[in-house]
């Protein structure tokens, strides 16, 4: 009964990359815990970059400095 | 002083049911506990089909399958 | 496949009362949302008085003074 | 690496207000616990008024009341 | 800076399992976003079994049926 | 009516510095967006440096080696 929230930036990612991500990360219990597949799930949150800060400032102000 | 989070996906959920929603869940927290509905808080998020995975697949594949 | 998560206080909690709280919110899914009780997930985070603030101080201060 | 989420009703707020809870969580951490804000996350979350419950009623019903 | 979030029964997983979810989902990220490892977060939050329920029932409850 | 929760590891934090955490958190929320006070909770989680990981390694890890 594992529950897995991936929190990243909202920027571009298709549904295939979101596949991948969920894939991988259902699989990665399984590999590591012996868990049931059946009842992990994985939620995937897209966070605007103007509302997601690292070091005091927002990702948008870090994107316009090449970072 | 609970908080409460729901998190379904986003597939049509009318302000009825939002209303129902928060209203049951606030009760049961007074029910169960004795707590003040007063300082409860409710925060539904929907969360899109692509996003959600169980079993290692997004729920946009399983309802395509009739799931 | 809905994730509810429930955040109290940590003051003396029963099993009990957790299963209460599991079946109440579990329930209240179905019945609003007719979604499947057998991907329903309630999860319940007991937080130390501690470590929960309201009005700028915390649920210990705050038991202190009879709130 | 402490993780900040801020989580707020969706009612207009600026990348200016936005950049300024950045800023000011951040600078929090720093001060209380001399965390490095390099590695301090700060992620807001806009839910809908619809979505937002307090009292067993949502924020959009307590707006039209003038609350 | 992806921030990944576990959640999983306390069930004695030792440290070195820790480790393992902690780099695979570490590596999930670069692998499908190309995200920097150095601004990846991941948390594991281990539930009391009486905590986590699903299909309406305790976690404790099911383990004691076999499930 | 905001939500915020701090998430830090669990390396000692007194009852003071909690108590400022949410003093300042609280005066953050009431400063930038006028929010009231009264309805502003603060939840800080403590988690065990096994269980945060950063770029792939847990803090565990990483304070060994006196990061």
Redesign the interface.
Known sequence: ?????????NEG?T?E?????????????V???G?N???????????DT????????????RRKKGQ
């Not at 990359?17 to 219990?29: D, R, V, Y």
């Not at 059946?38 to 949150?45: A, E, L, Q, Y």
């Not at 103007?50 to 102000?61: C, K, L, M, P, R």
């Open positions: 009964m594992p529950y897995v929230n991936i929190r990243i930036t990612v549904p990359k979101k596949e991948q991500l969920i894939k991988g990360a259902t699989q990665l219990l590999d590591v815990l868990k597949p059946n009842t992990t799930f994985v939620v995937i949150d897209e966070v103007d509302n997601w800060g690292i070091a005091g400032e927002t990702i948008t102000a």
